[in-house]
């Protein structure tokens, strides 16, 4: 299985910008689909973005629409999460996922966060209101 380090995460105010990175190793990276999630102290894990295995399908949730991106460099077993406007209610910790799919199929991201096999320990968001 892939091991996943995220990194960028921090301190910053309402209406600036993060690029949170995560790399893998262990694996062959452009093999696994990968998301990023977020949780917050006491509530659930939920699906921020995902990208499939070239980049070739994106899927947001519906409050990051616009304001976040995601990308991958396959050469450099890193997947990207660009988040701009961030908002108070966008602290969190912010976990990086992979999922085993089959080279040369475009598989859309999954939602659920039961159907990721790897998972990093993720990275701390914080935008004070």
């Known amino acids: 299985q892939v091991q996943l380090v995220e990194s960028g995460g921090g301190l910053v105010q309402a209406g600036d910008s993060l690029r949170l990175s995560c790399a893998g190793s262990?694996?062959?990276?452009?093999?696994?689909?990968m998301g990023w999630f977020r949780q917050a102290p006491g509530k659930e894990r939920d699906f921020v973005a995902g990208?499939?295995?070239?980049?070739?399908?994106?899927k947001f949730a519906d409050f990051v629409k616009g304001r976040f991106t995601i990308s991958r460099d396959n050469a450099k077993n890193t997947v990207y999460l660009q988040m701009n406007s961030l908002k108070p209610e966008d602290t969190a910790a912010y976990l990086c996922?992979?999922?085993?799919?089959?080279?040369?199929?475009?598989?859309?991201?999954?939602?659920?966060?039961?159907?990721?096999?790897?998972w990093g320990q993720g990275t701390q968001v914080t935008i004070p209101s």
């Open positions: 996922a992979a999922r085993s799919s089959v080279p040369g199929v475009v598989e859309v991201p999954p939602r659920n966060h039961g159907a990721y096999d790897s």
């Open positions: 262990g694996g062959t990276f452009s093999r696994y689909v």
């Open positions: 990208i499939s295995l070239n980049g070739e399908r994106t």
